[in-house]
């Protein structure tokens, strides 16, 4: 069965600190893989996807950025947080039509 | 603009009691809905809807699509306070990059 990891669970950082959230999936080969990042009490914003190894589209312009070293490796970095970078951050995968979301990290910017 | 828009925003009722919510979306080249029940965690997957009419159901929560108004409901019957959670509605587009445009979601709270 496909099981999707996500690490850490919660991670509290300095602003202006680096960033790299890991996002890795079992049992399939060459997933769609999506970061999403939901700030408290809002919706999900969907930042970047993945549709391959080293083929990343960003939606939203900011300090975060996105790389696919493996096929089902996706790591979500930032050089220097900022306070708005707070927030539950979600990896998933499409599979059959739908989207699964992995167990998130939940970041606070201090 | 692709959008998603769910109602009610926020609702309660109590044990027992039935609850419909409302999805409404504005997408170019529509390919699906889906449903998700998020509590304090990450979403999980509840329906996937691509055709109109076909009612999908599990359990006590059913739901529905109607791809000529461009809206959804998602029905949960008997309701339960496990049932407490943001519900949230999600269009994905029939494009080449899979992408799905989210709504802000229904927080439901059911009462005992």
């Known amino acids: 069965s496909q099981t999707i990891h996500q690490w850490p669970a919660t991670l509290v950082q300095p602003v202006g600190s680096p960033l790299s959230l890991e996002c890795t999936v079992e049992g399939t080969s060459n997933p769609n893989l999506y970061w999403y990042r939901q700030a408290a009490g809002r919706g999900l914003q969907l930042l970047f996807y993945?549709?391959?190894?080293?083929?990343i589209s960003s939606e939203v312009p900011q300090n975060l950025s996105a790389s696919r070293p493996q096929d089902r490796q996706f790591i979500l970095s930032s050089k220097k947080l900022l306070l708005s970078d707070s927030g539950f951050y979600l990896c998933?995968?499409?599979?059959?039509?739908?989207?699964?979301f992995g167990p998130g990290t939940r970041l606070l910017v201090l | 603009e692709d959008k998603v828009v769910q109602s009610p925003l926020s609702l309660v009722v109590h044990e027992g009691d039935t609850v419909t919510l409302n999805c409404s979306y504005e997408v170019t080249n529509f390919r699906s809905l889906l449903w998700y029940k998020q509590e304090k965690k990450a979403p999980t997957f509840l329906f996937m809807l691509?055709?109109?009419?076909i009612e999908k159901k599990s359990g006590r929560l059913s739901s529905i699509l109607d791809k000529k108004e461009l809206f959804s409901i998602l029905n949960i019957t008997a309701t339960q306070t496990g049932d407490s959670a943001v519900y949230l509605c999600a269009v994905e587009k029939a494009s080449g990059t899979y992408k799905y445009i989210f709504g802000t979601g229904t927080r439901l709270k059911v009462l005992a």
């Open positions: 998933a995968w499409r599979a059959g039509g739908a989207q699964y």
């Open positions: 993945s549709v391959g190894i080293g083929q």
């Open positions: 691509t055709s109109s009419g």
